[in-house]
């Protein structure tokens, strides 16, 4: 009985690093923060990289739901360079998605997320993973309509349109909203409302989509001090 219930020493950092993620997740950071300090430290005392590098990933996505940003951005880059080493390209790319949200959303640094996100195309590549290929190359795209680099813009749009993967409703809409932005900073707010009036027809919209499709027109209305199509 003593050895159902008690897991092998070598599977406690993997137990307490998932264990680390939940609480996180459920606002319990004391407790993730030990749980997580003490799932890295007897992963490093074990001789197994690969079980390493899921522990630091795993501690990276608990790091980042509790908004320690600066732990979650030095472990998962740790572990996208152990998963590189051992061959584990998707957990690598995965890892790598975490690194560039951070430098987006955190440290609002533009040229530091396109790099992360182009490193992951790369490691997907290698894993010959299409979904994280083009999920990579969708985020650099909407970089490049944040950031107002066009030629990255147009570049990356032919890039996505030519591929030959089923696109995803998601994806489709990703494209309009980054479209209506590139359209809107150019001035051509015409075009900008069409694009967005388009994907209102198309079935599967969401309502959160169509909230922020009706927002975004609505700015596009006030911008032409049409206050009435605003409201």
Same mark, same amino acid.
């Given at each position: 009985?003593?050895?159902?219930?008690?897991?092998?020493?070598?599977?406690?950092?993997?137990?307490?690093?998932?264990?680390? *993620?939940?609480? !996180?997740?459920?606002? @319990? +950071?004391?407790?993730?923060?030990? $749980? /997580?300090?003490? &799932?890295?430290?007897?992963?490093?005392?074990?001789?197994?990289?690969?079980?390493?590098?899921?522990?630091?990933?795993?501690?990276?996505?608990?790091?980042?739901?509790?908004?320690?940003?600066?732990?979650?951005?030095?472990?998962?880059?740790?572990?996208?360079?152990?998963?590189?080493?051992?061959?584990?390209?998707?957990?690598?790319?995965?890892?790598?998605?975490?690194?560039?949200?951070?430098?987006?959303?955190?440290?609002?640094?533009?040229?530091?997320?396109?790099?992360?996100?182009?490193?992951? *195309?790369?490691? !997907?590549?290698?894993? @010959? +993973?299409?979904?994280?290929?083009? $999920? /990579?190359?969708? &985020?650099?795209?909407?970089?490049?309509?944040?950031?107002?680099?066009?030629?990255?813009?147009?570049?990356?749009?032919?890039?996505?349109?030519?591929?030959?993967?089923?696109?995803?409703?998601?994806?489709?809409?990703?494209?309009?909203?980054?479209?209506?932005?590139?359209?809107?900073?150019?001035?051509?707010?015409?075009?900008?409302?069409?694009?967005?009036?388009?994907?209102?027809?198309?079935?599967?919209?969401s309502q959160s989509q169509r909230a922020?499709?009706?927002?975004?027109?609505?700015?596009?209305?006030?911008?032409?001090?049409?206050l009435d199509a605003a409201r």
């Amino acid at each position: 009985m003593e050895a159902i219930h008690s897991p092998p020493t070598s599977l406690l950092p993997a137990i307490r690093a998932a264990e680390a *993620t939940i609480h !996180a997740v459920r606002g @319990g +950071h004391v407790t993730s923060r030990s $749980l /997580s300090r003490k &799932a890295i430290l007897g992963a490093r005392k074990l001789d197994a990289p690969n079980s390493l590098a899921h522990v630091l990933s795993r501690c990276s996505l608990a790091a980042y739901y509790r908004g320690d940003y600066v732990d979650a951005r030095e472990l998962a880059l740790e572990s996208a360079h152990l998963f590189e080493c051992n061959a584990g390209y998707v957990s690598a790319a995965r890892c790598l998605s975490i690194t560039a949200a951070i430098a987006h959303d955190w440290n609002g640094d533009g040229a530091l997320a396109r790099a992360h996100y182009c490193r992951m *195309t790369a490691v !997907a590549e290698k894993a @010959g +993973h299409a979904g994280l290929v083009r $999920l /990579s190359i969708l &985020a650099r795209f909407n970089l490049a309509a944040e950031m107002f680099d066009t030629a990255e813009y147009a570049s990356l749009r032919i890039l996505l349109t030519s591929r030959p993967l089923a696109q995803q409703h998601q994806e489709n809409f990703a494209l309009t909203i980054a479209d209506a932005l590139g359209s809107g900073w150019s001035g051509n707010f015409t075009g900008a409302d069409a694009a967005l009036a388009g994907h209102l027809t198309l079935p599967g919209v969401s309502q959160s989509q169509r909230a922020l499709i009706e927002a975004l027109r609505s700015l596009i209305e006030a911008s032409r001090w049409d206050l009435d199509a605003a409201r």
